[in-house]
Every structure is written in C-alpha cells, then in structure tokens.
C-alpha cells in the first residue's frame, strides 16, 4: 500500500491499461454479444456521444440552412432588379408611345404631316395654377431658354391653350382662353365663311358672337381659329353649346365648351 501511495500515477496508469484489457477480454470472449459490462460501458458510451452527435447534427443542418438561405437571398435580389429593368423598360415603351400619340394630335392641330415635317414645338410641364379662376393662368417649366418668347400660341392635342403673357429663364405664364381677358377670331369648322369673335368668361367657358346676325350657326358647331391675328389658323377651339340672337345688337351670340380640358392639364406644346 505504503508503494501505491508513493507511486500513484504509475498506479493510475496500470489501473486504467487493466481495465481497457478486461473490457476488450469480455467483448472477444462474448462473440458478439455483450457481457454485463460490456453492454453498460457500451450503453455509457452510446448516452455520452448521443448529445455530441445531435449537437453536430444540428450545427451541419443549421449551416446549410444558412447557406441556402444565402442562395435564395441572393436569387430573390437578381430577380428583383430584373424586375425592377422590365419595368423600366415598360415605362419608356409607354412614354414613347404617348409621346407618339401626342406628336400626332399636334400634327392635327398644325395641320402637319408628322411624318416628313419637323415641328417648330416645345413641350413644357404645367407646374403650377396661379388664375383665381379656375385654371385661366398657369406657370410651365420653359422659358427664354428654349425659345419661348412673350405672344407665343400654347396648343396641346385637344386643341387651342391659350399664349404665353410672360416668359423668363425656365418659366413661362401662359393665359388660357377661358380667361376673361382672353379673345380670338374664330371661324366654324363646316363653313370657314362664317366668323365671329369670342373671349373667355367668369364662368370657365368661352363666348362669344358671330359678325352677322343672319350666320347659320347651330349647337354642337365646332370653331376654329380663323388665322387672323395672333392665332394660326385652324386650330380647334370648341363647340357650340348655346346659341341665341341678341336684339339689341342685332347679333348671334354663342357659349362655347372648349375643346381643352384644362381641369386635367399637365402638358402643353408651345409654338415657336
């Protein structure tokens, strides 16, 4: 005992190869099956590897959860930016074909042919309302810049705007003709014989009368600009809502719906 003491770790050392040659005396000699110590070393072993083993288990599954995870990121941002290019691509096709559209209502107006005349046209953005009645004058975001000058006639594809009352770098103020202080010589469209003169109202509409009192005008007449004065010719201005003969000034008198929307405008096209 007394050498045990004094040698303990040699001790320890002959203790633990003692009982790994037991163990391995028992599992030959059981033949396959396991002795009473056999199977409790064995059973020791299964219950302690058994949470190392699930431990790994989920570390491996965790991982390549991570890693598809990854890959499907990844597939969702390339299809997103895909996504993101044909919408692109949609929104210049339908500009172009507005742009289109738009070219060909203004070669109407003009009395062009869009296919072999260049237009003598800048569009502008409408980006702001400043009549007190309802949009009789409002500010564009082109100006002296592009050529835009004091007088110059505002169109778009339903017809006759209004002209630019002032003009500076990057802005114009356009007067419409639905304002009060508004008046151009137009003719109707069926009969260019027929004349007349017509201003804007307080109302938002456009009125007017005829030169003669005896003019064959009925509702739903459309008018034109007759060319004389600031306004080309030909250029739609409305139709005849009402018509009623003034005995006082022995005179046809008119009210016109225009021709433009000006509640819904957001584009015009000035001629330069």
Do not use: C
Not at 139 to 163: F, P, S, Y
Not at 199 to 214: C, E, I
Request: glycine letters at 10%; aromatic letters at 6%; zero cysteines.
């Amino acid at each position: 005992m007394r050498w045990i003491r004094e040698h303990k770790l040699i001790t320890g050392v002959l203790t633990i190869l003692l009982a790994l040659a037991l163990v391995f005396a028992l599992t030959m000699f059981g033949v396959g099956k396991e002795s009473g110590v056999a199977g409790i070393i064995n059973k020791g072993m299964s219950y302690i590897s058994k949470p190392f083993t699930s431990v790994t288990k989920t570390i491996r599954d965790a991982a390549s959860g991570i890693f598809s995870y990854k890959q499907l990121q990844a597939q969702v941002e390339a299809l997103t930016e895909e996504n993101k290019r044909l919408e692109q691509e949609l929104v210049n096709v339908s500009l172009s074909k507005s742009e289109l559209e738009e070219l060909r209502a203004l070669s109407k107006q003009l009395d062009y042919d869009y296919t072999e005349k260049q237009f003598d046209v800048v569009t502008a953005d409408v980006t702001s309302f400043d009549g007190s009645n309802w949009t009789n004058l409002f500010t564009i975001d082109r100006g002296v810049e592009a050529g835009i000058a004091e007088g110059a006639v505002v169109i778009n594809g339903d017809g006759l705007v209004g002209k630019v009352s002032e003009v500076g770098e990057g802005w114009a103020k356009v007067i419409s003709v639905i304002d009060d202080g508004s008046k151009v010589s137009f003719m109707v469209a069926r009969d260019r014989n027929l004349l007349g003169v017509a201003a804007g109202s307080v109302q938002g509409n456009v009125t007017g009368y005829m030169l003669k009192g005896d003019a064959n005008v009925t509702e739903g007449d459309i008018i034109i600009t007759s060319g004389m004065g600031t306004y080309p010719a030909g250029l739609e201005i409305g139709n005849i809502k009402s018509v009623a003969y003034n005995s006082d000034t022995l005179l046809k008198e008119i009210v016109v719906e225009p021709a433009v929307n000006f509640r819904s405008l957001k584009k015009v096209s000035v001629i330069l």
